[in-house]
């Protein structure tokens, strides 16, 4: 049996974290150009990239790069720039609650791990 | 770019928006200037916004420099880009601050010293209408970037509690 500290689960968790990270910046990016005119809203699909995540780790493949897309479907205002505010506050707040849903997961697994260690006691 | 190259993106936009504002206000405080050091009434300025382009030297030697380390921390710097290439702007900045170009307002006041030879004087052509518009704009958009600040902030604390036990 091997002894690694980190789990494919912590490893998992990890790239769930990376996604979530992402979104919240693509979020923070299409924020910080509301009122660039031109500007095209920016965005990914989470739950595809995780699927592939999720193969990757546990094939042992190193994180691959995240696809972004311009976001269609929006109402572009009449200098173009097509970024909704209401979209972009909901995704941020889907983003922090996916992020600290990771951060708890991986507190959980480390804490599995360090009971391991401490069982005999 | 990592968790606090957000706080830099929402930070740009506060530094755009906050200069939006005081534009507006210089434009209200010149309202009614007749004079200016280039000569004639004072004109209406407006600012442009326009995304940033990334720093590439930066991206690159960030890279590089990680290559030789774990895979994972290449992958996780990379700014995100679009299918063409492109990178995704991680932020924004005022690339101009124009002039309005509209003729000036005339408004006959024979004894005003900036009177012309017909006795009309030159205003600027500022609407407090909509230069409160705009100033609300700004607000709203400073808030909106502040509220993603706080939320950046929420994130990086809670990433501090994984190492807590």
């Given at each position: 049996m091997n002894m690694e500290i980190a789990t494919q689960l912590s490893d998992q968790i990890a790239r769930y974290l990376d996604l979530a990270t992402t979104e919240a910046k693509l979020t923070a990016v299409n924020m910080a150009n509301v009122d660039t005119p031109g500007y095209r809203t920016v965005g990914m699909d989470f739950e595809a990239e995780m699927r592939e995540a999720l193969v990757d780790a546990g094939q042992g493949h190193a994180p691959r790069k995240v696809?972004?897309?311009?976001?269609?479907?929006?109402?572009?205002?009449?200098?173009?720039?097509?970024?909704?505010?209401?979209?972009?506050?909901?995704?941020?707040?889907?983003?922090?609650?996916?992020?600290?849903?990771?951060?708890?997961?991986?507190?959980?697994?480390?804490?599995?791990?360090?009971?391991?260690?401490?069982?005999?006691? | 770019?990592?968790?606090?190259?957000?706080?830099?993106?929402?930070?740009?936009?506060?530094?755009?928006?906050?200069?939006?504002?005081?534009?507006?206000?210089?434009?209200?405080?010149?309202?009614?200037?007749?004079?200016?050091?280039?000569?004639?009434?004072?004109?209406r300025q407006e600012v442009v916004f326009s995304a940033n382009q990334g720093d590439p030297n930066f991206l690159d030697s960030m890279t590089s420099a990680s290559a030789g380390g774990t895979?994972?921390?290449?992958?996780?710097?990379?700014?995100?880009?679009?299918?063409?290439?492109?990178?995704?702007?991680?932020?924004?900045?005022?690339?101009?601050?124009?002039?309005?170009?509209?003729p000036p307002l005339k408004r006959y006041d024979p004894g005003h010293p900036d009177a012309g030879?017909?006795?009309?004087?030159?205003?600027?052509?500022?609407?407090?209408?909509?230069?409160?518009?705009?100033?609300?704009?700004?607000?709203?958009a400073y808030g909106l970037n502040g509220a993603a600040v706080q939320a950046e902030k929420g994130m990086i604390t809670s990433a501090l509690e994984i190492a807590k036990s």
């Open positions: 696809r972004v897309t311009e976001v269609d479907g929006l109402i572009a205002r009449p200098d173009g720039n097509n970024v909704s505010v209401d979209r972009e506050s909901l995704n941020l707040a889907e983003a922090q609650l996916k992020f600290r849903t990771g951060v708890a997961l991986l507190r959980q697994e480390y804490q599995r791990v360090l009971d391991a260690i401490h069982a005999d006691k | 770019m990592n968790l606090f190259g957000m706080m830099e993106t929402s930070g740009s936009a506060m530094e755009a928006e906050r200069m939006r504002a005081e534009v507006v206000a210089a434009n209200m405080a010149n309202a009614e200037t007749t004079r200016t050091a280039q000569g004639g009434p004072y004109r895979a994972t921390t290449s992958a996780v710097l990379q700014t995100p880009a679009l299918p063409d290439g492109t990178a995704v702007a991680p932020g924004v900045h005022i690339s101009a601050v124009v002039e309005d170009s509209s030879p017909d006795g009309y004087v030159s205003y600027p052509d500022i609407n407090p209408l909509t230069e409160m518009v705009d100033l609300m704009g700004a607000t709203r």
